[in-house]
Each structure stands twice: as C-alpha cells, then as structure tokens.
C-alpha cells in the first residue's frame, strides 16, 4: 500500500471515530425519552382501507385530561365567616335573586357567599333559579393565605351586599365592623403559625429528562395532568377534594414545541397538609413518591436551598405533622374539611 493510500485510511478511520464520539456525546447531553409503549403502528378495521395509524411520539407531553371534579356547594360556616342576616317580608323568586347578585362575589382577597333558605324544602342553598326563598344569609370569610379580613374589605362585603339587600327586598343585619375585624384577626393569629406545606425539588443526577419521560415516570405513582402547563397532580379519594399532591415543573419545557429535547432537570413535589385529612395518610404518599420518583428517575432529593433531605428529616416532620394535626383539631379546623380548606387557601 502507498503512503498516501494508507494517510487516506487513517484519515478516514479518524474522522468516523470523530463521527461516532460527537453522536454519542450529542446522546448523552440529550434529555432522557420516555420509553415507547404503543406498537409502531396498527391496522385499524374501522377504517375500511387497512389504514396504518402512525404511533404516538414517546416524548409527546401526556394529553391526559385532569378528571371534572364535582364539587358540592360550599356552606357558610360561623367558624370562619362574619355572618348576615337578609331578612324578608315575602319569598322572593331565584331569579330575583340572580338578577341582584354581585358579579363579584370577593371583597379585595376575601371571598363572600350569598344563601338562600328554599321555601319548598327547607335547606338553605345557592340561589337557583325555579325555586322561592323566604329568607337569605351571607358571609365574608374572616382570613385567608393572604391575611386577615381588613376594615376595607369589610366596607366594600357591606356595600356590595346592601346593594343586593336593596334589589330583593331584605332587611340586611350586619355586624359591627370592629368586633368582625378583631375576629379576623385572632383567626388569622391561629392560622399563620398552623399552616403546612411540604415542598421536595427532584434534582436530575445525570441527564436531564424530558417531558414525556417525567409525565411517563410520574404517571406510573398516580399522578395525572394538572390544570396548568408544568402541574401534574395526584388525586385524592374524593372527587370534591383538592390533589393530595402536586408536581411542579418549568412551565416553558411544558409548552415547547418539540418537547423530546426540553430539558427537564429539577421538579418540585409539593404536599398541602390543612387540604387533606390526616387519615388519607398524605404524608406517606409523599415520602412514597419521593422515593420511588427519586430511584427511577436518577434523582437527589433536596430542599430549595439545595441541601440533601434525609431520612432524619422525615422523622423530624412526623412528629411536628402529628402536633399540627392536633391543634388544627382543637379548633374544629382538622385537616380536609371544608373549612380548613378555605382557610388555608
């Protein structure tokens, strides 16, 4: 072989070795795909023509829509609202009702409910059209996530409710503004320090992963697709009731066009103790996804300040979760009823 054959040989092995280092660097760099569990494709009958239907792509986000949720009416409760009295010489029709209802029913960050007493069945319910009321009730919550109900709110509960007063026919029983406020107040003193959430981030050890690969590997524990882009959820027993936990991802990766190469490499798996009750176990199935999310995936577990969360850690929060639960009890505020809910909302 002449020299210069044998320098185009070299060359030529040097460059394929070139080739084949920067695919399989290209590959590694890659995010993580979900694995393809649909045939390539399949003769579907129906179509009369042995038509092929392509498969779906691995890495396509998982379309799963979140399940409708049938939530019962919510109720006024003396515990967490300052109550009204609309009081009426005659019944008066839903319609009625409906026609002088405020658009918005929130008083700044405090959300408020109107109640009617049904002439017909004696339960006190939304205003419907159809049905006759003889009295109606209503109610501002007294706090919230965002702080205690102010005197400005409270004003603009009055207002507004007036209004509605004046369009039906009722005579409005408010209570005094300073005694509704100090309520308020010591509600949200007992709230702000009784109030729990439990955050996780997964951090990716290697490559990063995918859309697809994380709803794959997240839907394997339960969890379906949220109602944002980046939220997924696990659902909890009861239709009516919130996620037992939530997964959190970037939104952006969420919504790429080509979501094979959005790199995913941190997610945060979130559980909301006031929402959920005690006997749903909910820590446990965070502890649970935590670990089994963590293995599969090739994942840290750490705090937001990037720190390890070990075992001691979920030792030290079964004991302070056991006290909150009894607190949250003392007060008729246990955790996943419909009150807590609100409140800590």
């Given amino acids: 072989m002449s020299l ?13 070795a070139l080739i084949a280092h920067g695919a399989w660097s290209a590959h590694r760099a890659s995010p993580k795909r979900a694995a393809l569990e649909v045939p390539p494709a399949r003769v579907e009958p ?33 515990l967490i609202d300052a109550l009204v009295t609309l009081t009426l010489d005659a019944p008066v029709t839903g319609e009625l009702a409906l026609a002088h ?43 919230n996530r965002s702080g205690a109900l102010n005197q400005i709110e409270y004003s603009e509960f009055v207002q507004k409710l007036q209004t509605f ?31 729990a959430q439990l955050t996780a981030n997964l951090r ?33 027993a009861d239709d009516s009731a919130p996620p037992v936990l939530s997964l959190a991802f970037d939104a952006q990766a969420a919504l790429a066009d080509d979501s094979s190469q959005a790199a995913v490499r941190e ?22 996804a935590i670990r089994g999310l963590a293995g599969e995936m090739d994942a840290a577990v750490v705090d937001h300040d990037g720190r390890p969360i070990t075992l001691q850690h979920f030792a030290g929060i079964t004991v302070e979760l056991h006290s909150l639960y009894r607190r949250l009890e003392a007060r008729d505020l246990a955790a996943g009823t419909p009150a807590a809910r609100r409140l800590f909302s």
């Avoid at 179509?47 to 049938?70: S, Y």
């Fill in 267 to 288: 997610v945060t798996l979130a559980l909301d103790v006031p929402q959920t009750p005690e006997a749903a176990e909910p820590f446990a199935a965070w502890q649970q």
């Fill in 101 to 143: 209802l405020p658009a918005s029913r929130r008083a700044g960050s405090k959300p408020f409910m109107v109640e009617g007493l049904n002439a017909e069945t004696g339960e006190w319910e939304a205003p419907t059209a159809g049905q006759r009321y003889g009295e109606f009730q209503a109610g501002v919550q007294l706090a």
């Fill in 204 to 236: 990716a050890n290697g490559a990063a992963w995918s859309v697809g690969y994380l709803q794959q590997s997240a839907a394997r524990h339960g969890f379906v697709a949220g109602a944002l882009p980046g939220r997924l959820a696990l659902p909890g």
């Fill in 165 to 195: 007063a004046e369009g039906v026919g009722a005579m409005a029983d408010f209570p005094d503004m300073l005694d509704v406020v100090a309520r308020a107040k010591e509600l949200d003193a007992f709230a702000n320090p009784n109030d």
């Fill in 46 to 78: 129906s179509l009369g023509e042995g038509q092929a239907v392509p498969a779906a792509d691995p890495d396509e986000p998982v379309r799963t829509p979140a399940p409708a949720l049938r939530r019962p009416a919510l109720r006024l409760d003396a």
């Fill in 4 to 16: 210069t054959v044998a320098l185009a040989v070299l060359a030529g092995l040097v460059l394929a």
